[in-house]
C-alpha cells in the first residue's frame, strides 16, 4: 500500500471560518506549549518527552480550568499537533531538520483531522463539531481515504488535503531509459538531447516583490494597511510558488509517464554551491522539490528513479569511449573528444554519462525492456508545455 495526498479548495462561511480560527489557534497553542515544555525538560534534567507524556500532560491540561476551552475543539486534533510535534523533534534528532519553531499566526495555519471525518453526497466535507464546508473536488479520489488536514494559506485561502492509501500498481513497460542533469540555464537536459528552459519565476517577479516589500516596511507596525500590504506580498509569494509547482508538476509527470528509469545525480553530489550569487538562482530552481515530486510521481507510475550516490566527472567524461577531458572548463558548453571524435554538448553528454553511472549492476542484469501497450494516466495528454511567453 502506498500513500497519496489530494488537495482541494475549501470555501467555509463566515461562522465556519471562526471556528476554523479557533481549530488553527489550539493546534498552534499546543504545538507551542509542548515544544517549549518539551523543551525546557530537556535542558533542565536531561529528559526527551515523548508522544506519550505529551498526550497525558494534555489531558491533564485540559482539565485545568484556565484552559479548559482546549475541550471546544475536536481533541483528535490536538493530539494530532502532539504527533507532528515528536516528528519534528525526531526529524531534528535524526539531522534531518533544524530544532523545530514556534507557530506563528500569520504564516501557514493546519490541523488534522485522523477521523470521522467525511464527504457528504453533494460534496461537502464533514468534520467533527462543525456544519459541512463547501469543498470543491476536481477530481475522483482513488484509494481509501485515512486523514484529512485543513490548511489556511497567508492569503487567506483555505484547502483540505486528503490523504488516501491506495493499492500500488506495476505500470507495464512502456517507456525508455533517460538520464537527466539539473541546471540552472537549462532547467533540465536530458541525455536525448531534450532541454527544457529554467522559468526563473522568481527572478521574473522580483522587481514587484521589492517594490511591494518595501512599501510594506514604511507602514506602520500594527495599522490596517500594514495587514493589507503584507497580504499583498503573500500573495506575490504564493503566486510564484505555484508557478513553479505548477512546472515542475508537468515536467515531473511526464518525465514519469515517458520513461521506465529516470536517473538523476543527487543534489548532495550536484554540490549546492555555496556561493552568494549563485544561492538565489538555486532556490529559485527549487530542484529539492522537484526531485520529490519526481520520486513520487515515479512510484505513482511505476517509473524506476536513479539518484546518483557517489561522484564522478559526468560532465568531463565523453559518453561515448570513457575518455576524460581534464582541461573541460565551466565556460566551455561544447567540445569534441580528442580520442573518438564525437561532438558533443556538455549538458546532454553529462545527463547520458548519468544514466550510464545510475547502475552499472543491474544495468549489465537485466534484458533490455521492450515497450508493451501504452498506460494512461489521469491528467496527462503527453507533451510537455511551460506555457510561458518571453520574459
Ligand atoms: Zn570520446
Not at 126 to 139: A, C, N, S, T
Not at 203 to 230: D, E, F
Not at 306 to 330: A, M, Q, V
Request: aromatic share 10%.
Amino acid at each position: 500500500m502506498a500513500n497519496k495526498a489530494y488537495k482541494f479548495r475549501l470555501y467555509p462561511t463566515p461562522e465556519q471560518k471562526s471556528y476554523l480560527a479557533r481549530c488553527f489557534g489550539y493546534s498552534r497553542f499546543v504545538y507551542n506549549h509542548f515544544l517549549r515544555l518539551t523543551t525546557d525538560a530537556y535542558a533542565e534534567c536531561k529528559k526527551h518527552l515523548r508522544y506519550g507524556d505529551t498526550a497525558k500532560l494534555l489531558t491533564l491540561l485540559k482539565k485545568d480550568e484556565q484552559y479548559s476551552w482546549l475541550t471546544k475543539v475536536n481533541s483528535q486534533s490536538l493530539q494530532q499537533t502532539l504527533k507532528d510535534l515528536e516528528s519534528a523533534f525526531v526529524r531534528f534528532f535524526k539531522k534531518l531538520g533544524g530544532f523545530p519553531v514556534f507557530k506563528k499566526k500569520r504564516n501557514r495555519q493546519s490541523f488534522r483531522v485522523p477521523q470521522h471525518w467525511s464527504i457528504s453526497p453533494d460534496g461537502k466535507l464533514k468534520l467533527p463539531k462543525m456544519q459541512p464546508i463547501k469543498m470543491v473536488q476536481h477530481r475522483e479520489i482513488e484509494g481509501t481515504p485515512t486523514s484529512v488536514t485543513i490548511i489556511q494559506t497567508p492569503t487567506g485561502k483555505y484547502y483540505a488535503c486528503i490523504l488516501v492509501e491506495y493499492d500500488q500498481k506495476q505500470a507495464p513497460l512502456n517507456g525508455g531509459k533517460i538520464g537527466a542533469d539539473l541546471g540552472l540555464k537549462e532547467f533540465l537536459i536530458t541525455g536525448e538531447g531534450k532541454k527544457y528552459p529554467n522559468p526563473r519565476f522568481y527572478r521574473r517577479a522580483l522587481k514587484r516583490l521589492k517594490r511591494l516589500q518595501r512599501s510594506l516596511s514604511r507602514k506602520v507596525k500594527g495599522s490596517t494597511s500594514r495587514n493589507k500590504q503584507r497580504l499583498l506580498v503573500a500573495m506575490a509569494h504564493e503566486k510564484v510558488a505555484n508557478q513553479r509547482l505548477d512546472m515542475q508538476h508537468k515536467l515531473s509527470l511526464q518525465l514519469t509517464c515517458d520513461n521506465q528509469v529516470v536517473a538523476v545525480e543527487d543534489l548532495h553530489i550536484k554540490g549546492m554551491v555555496k556561493n552568494h550569487k549563485l544561492a538565489q538562482a538555486i532556490s529559485d530552481a527549487a530542484w529539492g522539490q522537484f526531485l520529490t515530486l519526481l520520486e513520487y510521481k515515479g512510484k505513482l507510475y511505476g517509473c524506476e528513479i536513479r539518484k546518483l550516490d557517489r561522484f564522478f566527472p559526468s560532465s568531463k567524461r565523453c559518453s561515448k569511449c570513457g575518455y576524460i577531458h581534464e582541461n573541460l572548463t565551466l565556460d566551455i558548453r561544447e567540445w569534441v573528444c580528442l580520442e573518438c571524435g564525437t561532438h558533443h554538448d556538455r549538458d546532454v553528454n553529462a545527463a547520458t554519462n548519468i544514466l550510464a553511472f545510475s547502475n552499472p549492476q543491474i544495468r549489465q542484469e537485466l534484458p533490455e525492456s521492450t515497450p508493451k501497450e501504452p498506460v494512461e494516466r489521469q491528467g496527462y495528454q503527453g507533451g510537455y508545455s511551460l506555457g510561458l511567453g518571453s520574459p
